[in-house]
């Protein structure tokens, strides 16, 4: 350093703390308004307006709706819309989207929003997990302001479903706006300001049992957002389903027509497992009575159809599981239903565990697209599986199995069988369970399948005309909101 930058810089050391010293007397308001840089003292000195100083712009953190997804386009398949009837096509589709615009409230479309969190904020507050009763006030865990020092210190937070407050406050501690939607807290001591953060109680004052609220938290020039939960809790309903399989699972069976084959089956099961409780639907036309012990006949009018009869099957179940058959299946030596247990046991998030009928699984995956609000979904059925299911050899996700599947009753009995689907259906209740039942299919999980024999009737039911399938797609266009189905 030589003679003249030395004296320059103890001139810039004598200067600088005097100017800054003047400026705090001149504008007491001095420190807070160089928050952000006190460092950057040409931005100081040519700046001194009473704006906020700004080092980068504001980010546009949200909340963005996630919006409508984009059309889809099925391959192959003709739109369903092409399988209504013209005269009506119009005012289906005003209804269909009215009941589409309610399903999605319902779904709380309007609550999925995307967020984001700005860079270098010196707000802490709870990303996740927040969750409150309704009309109950709770406490907002984890807001701390982390800043440099100020004069004083000023947050506030915003809220559109409930208010805001601040417990037990005390004299000298400012709060404005208690119990309102905007609440504004400040302290010339950080230590204050955050002890009274630790204090902020939400109550919402909008009664919903499954909503969200959006609270808005700002110091300065940051604003970040986070979500509060509110949910009613829900009560849990549990199955009591003891050691013996004879009370943890009911065998379920649509009987029609088939006695012949029906008494082939319960016969059957009577020889591996005597006492297991039996359900049967029947809608024959001619019923014909079917007793045991522990079996129960449930005699429906005639031609009821195929997803009627397993409603009603299902609705009489007591036991935590149940196990559905063909009345054309037949059990042997080696279907052993404790198998399908032990897996449900084991893992309680599955729904459905599927076995093989005759060596086949007839597993299937369904590939859908939501496709847009206006023209609907796009469905797909192909032959396929997802991933294994860990730690158990054989067993693959999937979204459809064979019709020889053990289930959770409560989780079946939440989707249902749509009784309108009378003949073939059975893909269909896994269409309707997409997203909410959670299936795997299983190899060496064995029944038999009987010898097929014309039984009268049965196959002009079984094989429906065409003007079925016709009015199915119909059906599906409207309730599952498809823009087109391909099996
Ligand atoms: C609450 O704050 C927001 C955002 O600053 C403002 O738009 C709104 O008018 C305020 N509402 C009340 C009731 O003070
Ligand atoms: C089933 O097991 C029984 C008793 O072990 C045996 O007598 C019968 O032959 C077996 N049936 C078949 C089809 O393997």
Redesign the pocket.
Known sequence: MNRSHRITFIVILIIVPVFLLALFYIDGDFWNKTSTQIWSFSRISSCKTHAQVQDFPKPNIGPFLNGNPPSCTCQNAPPANQFVSKDELEDLQKRRAEEYRQHQIRMGKQNDVLLLAPANTPLQYPIKGFRVTPMKKTLIPGLVLQTRMRTLYKV?L?VQKGVLSVMDVQEGEHVD?QN???LTISSSSLHQLNDLLNRVTYTSTVYHIKTEDLA?FSFENHEVIFPIVIRRPSVPVLFDSGKDINSQVTILVKAFLRYKELHVLIKSIRQFYPNIKIIIADDSHNPEKVVGDNIEHYIMPPAQGWFAGRNLAVSQVTTKYFLWVDDDFVFLNETRIESFVKILEAVPDLDVVGGEVQGNRFFFRLQYEEGSSEEGGCIKRVRGTHTPLPGFNGCFYADGVVNYFMARTDAVRRVGFDPFLKRVAHTEFFLDGLGDLLVVTCKGLRIGHQKKSSTGKYGSYRHPPKSDSRNKISHHYFKNHLKCIRY
């Open positions: 506030s915003s706006g309102a939607i905007n808005y």
